[in-house]
T-cell receptor, first 113, second 110 residues
Framework: DGGITQSPKYLFRKEGQNVTLSCEQN?????MYWYRQDPGQGLRLIYY???????QKGDIAEGYSVSREKKESFPLTVTSAQKNPTAFYLC????????????FGEGSRLTVL | DQQVKQNSPSLSVQEGRISILNCDYT??????FLWYKKYPAEGPTFLIS?????DKNEDGRFTVFLNKSAKHLSLHIVPSQPGDSAVYFC?????????FGKGTLLTVNP
């Protein structure tokens, strides 16, 4: 089945540690995105990539880093510089030139202890 | 600066009645708008979209209306069903990026 796979679903981290969230898609989509959801805040864009080896900052990129070495993969690293990392993280993908619809993964819940 | 606003955090309706979810936006550059439905601890799922050059789009029980002069769109669900209970996000899009509102929790009571 085609789709977006995020792992792990739940992750606990100690303060000061970096952590990497995985996102893989087999939809052959060109564009991939990372969003963060906090209670009452909706979805906020962290980073996005429209082509391999290229990515752009979203609205809340500070304390995060990404890479796009393969079309299928767009991992997100939450660094120790991110002041408030506890959140629900959502990866998405889309085709270029379509209706703008994003296809989302199931999400990863990160909790900093 | 909140480019997409959903001013009602929650809405409660009776099964069989109409649900109307509202959304306002400030960015005139949005080319399209989408509505997503989300359950807790899951990814959002796409419901319906509308191009900025249209004023209405319909798909089964779901209809989205766009009023460009008022920078306002709404999602109508008729008839509402208990399975529609979820958080609904409105989003505006341009250059393959979506900007989301904060969501409205819809509860449909049996």
């Amino acid at each position: 089945d085609g789709g977006i796979t995020q792992s792990p679903k739940y992750l606990f981290r100690k303060e000061g540690q970096n952590v990497t969230l995985s996102c893989e898609q087999n939809l052959n989509h060109d564009a991939m995105y990372w969003y963060r959801q906090d209670p009452g805040q909706g979805l906020r864009l962290i980073y996005y990539s429209q082509i391999v080896n290229d990515f752009q900052k979203g609205d809340i990129a500070e304390g995060y880093s990404v890479s796009r070495e393969k079309k299928e993969s767009f991992p997100l690293t939450v660094t120790s510089a991110q002041k408030n990392p506890t959140a629900f993280y959502l990866c998405a993908s889309s085709i270029m030139g379509g209706t703008g619809e994003l296809f989302f993964g199931e999400g990863s819940r990160l909790t900093v202890l | 600066d909140q480019q997409v606003k959903q001013n009602s955090p929650s809405l409660s309706v009776q099964e069989g009645r109409i649900s109307i979810l509202n959304c306002d936006y400030t960015n005139s550059m949005f080319d399209y708008f989408l509505w997503y439905k989300k359950y807790p601890a899951e990814g959002p799922t796409f419901l319906i979209s509308i191009s900025s050059i249209k004023d209405k789009n319909e798909d089964g029980r779901f209809t989205v209306f766009l009023n460009k002069s008022a920078k306002h769109l709404s999602l109508h669900i008729v008839p509402s069903q208990p399975g529609d209970s979820a958080v609904y996000f409105c989003a505006g899009g341009s250059n393959y990026k979506l900007t989301f509102g904060k969501g409205t929790l819809l509860t449909v009571n049996p």
